[in-house]
């Protein structure tokens, strides 16, 4: 069993939600970077959620937009992602790491080279935003060669076509997403993913986390009522965007706290 499955196997013996953060590599520094994944697992994260920074980030609003810029800008790439993964476990060698990003950078790699480095890093994960799928054999093939869950969204416009299609190849959890929008939006619906979850639980058996538009502890708390796990992303990088730098860590865990405390209640 991966590093995933037996971090929702404990959670679920302790009925208790996955508390899922997401950040940019690179952003604020690549310096900042593994600093601010251990300072997550401090307060109380269960899976990490780590962004490869894009020039294209057709997914995700205007906050995680900024971080890639800046990521970028630091000089940023997927070899230095999984140097940082890499970095991570060298202290860590518990906590779930998920690389989320796009098809680009992946293929430019290439998936059989990426999946082997991955492995070596310590990835336990990949999230690819724009690889269906109907696109994913070859990915999907590579990842489980070595072990790497692939993860997918799913969405309130998703067929039960597609929601088959993603329970046959989904391994570690399904990302649902919450809003038709991008990352970051606003006017969440709770009682329309209530209403979605049978749907999708009809085909799924994996863990379901749900992520877009959760800003607060309130919020998380009432989602996690009617899913396995929360995703957090844009506030978390709007804390790390608005920090002074002898502030961020502090800002970021209180936050992340504060939410996995609301989860725990």
Same mark, same amino acid.
């Given at each position: 069993? +991966?590093?995933?499955? /037996? ?6 013996? /302790? ?11 690179? @952003?604020?520094? /690549?310096?900042? =970077? ?33 971080? +890639? ?32 990003? $796009?098809?680009?950078? #992946? ?36 990842? /489980? ?29 399904? $990302?649902?997403?919450? *809003? ?8 969440? @619906? #709770?009682?329309? #993913? ?11 058996? *994996? ?11 309130? =919020? ?6 009617? +899913? ?11 804390? #790390?965007?608005? +920090? ?19 989860? @725990?209640?």
């Amino acid at each position: 069993m +991966s590093r995933i499955g /037996q971090a929702f196997e404990q959670l679920k013996a /302790q009925n208790r939600k996955a508390l899922i953060p997401f950040i940019t590599a690179g @952003d604020p520094s /690549q310096e900042a =970077t593994v600093p601010l994944l251990h300072a997550l697992v401090e307060a109380g994260a269960d899976v990490l959620e780590l962004g490869v920074p894009f020039s294209d980030p057709m997914a995700d609003g205007p906050t995680i937009q900024r971080a +890639s810029e800046r990521a970028l800008k630091n000089g940023m790439t997927l070899r230095g992602v999984l140097a940082m993964v890499a970095q991570f476990r060298q202290q860590d060698a518990t906590t779930p790491v998920v690389l989320m990003g $796009y098809g680009n950078p #992946i293929e430019a790699m290439g998936w059989e080279t990426f999946a082997q480095r991955c492995a070596e890093a310590g990835v336990d994960g990949v999230l690819t935003v724009d690889f269906p799928p109907e696109e994913s054999h070859e990915a999907f093939l590579h990842l /489980q060669r070595h072990d790497i869950d692939p993860i997918f969204l799913l969405a309130p416009t998703t067929n039960e076509d597609r929601i088959q299609q993603v329970a046959k190849l989904a391994r570690g959890y399904v $990302y649902y997403v919450s *809003l038709k929008g991008v990352t970051g939006a606003g006017n969440l @619906d #709770i009682a329309a #993913i209530a209403e979605k979850m049978p749907q999708l639980r009809k085909y799924i058996s *994996l863990p379901i986390g749900v992520g877009f538009g959760i800003r607060d502890g309130k =919020t998380a708390r009432k989602v996690a009522d009617v +899913s396995d796990a929360v995703v957090i992303g844009s506030r978390i990088v709007q804390e #790390i965007e608005q +920090s002074a730098p002898h502030d961020l860590l502090g800002n970021v865990k209180n936050f992340v706290a504060g939410v996995r405390a609301a989860l @725990d209640k």
